[in-house]
């Protein structure tokens, strides 16, 4: 049966298969992929590795690595002193010595 | 079995949009990351953040979940199996990759929101808000998306040694129950 495929490298829509894909290792589109792939993987892990971070979540963006550590993280309750490291549950402004403060934003022109 | 075409039909549509709806998704997700990172407008900045929260739970983990699941059943309902070819194996690691991803981020989206919400921040300090984390992984994200639309578009050639194998044996099974079976003795008058 002929390949009816306008693409030779590609699979005619209809899903038919023929056995011209039929070969014993990885097509070369595989093998590109993978080393792209590999090559982001390390890179990230990398990125990871030098940024101090633990993977994703917030942990890894109270650890200053995110905005390169140009700022103290914020404490609103003043209670903090300890690594400074505010919970996103307490971040609700319950009152803290600080007392009343204006929405943010505020008035913009 | 008149309904099964009809079944496929609509579990690819789910699977097309979904995935499509995904892509869209992210896109806008950069977009509002962007809008986040750069805007000098404080009310901007903290309503691109607390927005981009409500919309992972409600579009993109919905839309990455729906994907996951009709591309999983379409793929084992018909014959391109879900392991035979690698163009659906790589759609697949790309889905599955980018939905745990996609969860394991919504922590940190969580916390943005918490902290863009958050009414004791000082006004006019951004920095505390902003964060260039959202347009990393949605710039990510939506590359990883195009290449499985483009795969899907494509469907480059190249089947796994499981699906090599699978092919043989269909190939080969049905001479193997031709050999086995006896002849019959033809019924007389039956045109050869």
Known sequence: MPDLSPYPDSYPDAGAESGAGSTTGPPRWVKVLGII???????????????????????????????????????????????????????????GPGGHKPPAGGHTP | MASRPRLRKFVLTVHVTSSVGWLGAVAVFLALSVVGLTSRDAQVVRGVYLAMESAGWVVLVPLSLASLLTGLVQSLGTKWGLLRHYWVLVKLLINVVAG??????????????????????????????????????????????????????????????????????????????????PARPRPSGTPS
């Open chain 1, 37 to 95: 792939a590999l090559v982001l993987v390390l890179l990230v892990g990398a990125v990871m590795l030098a940024g101090g971070g633990g993977g994703h979540g917030p942990g890894r963006h109270t650890s200053g690595g995110d905005t390169g550590g140009q700022r103290p993280p914020f404490t609103a309750t003043g209670a903090g002193g300890l690594g400074g490291h505010k919970p996103p549950s307490t971040a609700t402004g319950s009152g």
């Open chain 2, 100 to 181: 745990i991803v996609l969860l394991m981020y919504m922590q940190t989206l969580g916390y943005l929101a918490d902290r863009a919400a958050d009414t004791t921040l000082p006004s006019g300090d951004l920095s505390a808000v902003r964060s260039p984390s959202p347009v990393l992984h949605a710039a990510v994200g939506m590359l990883l998306l195009l290449v499985a639309a483009t795969l899907s578009v494509y469907k480059p050639r190249g089947m796994t040694r499981y699906g090599q194998r699978k092919q043989h044996e269909q190939r080969t099974a049905p001479a193997a129950i031709d050999a086995a079976t």
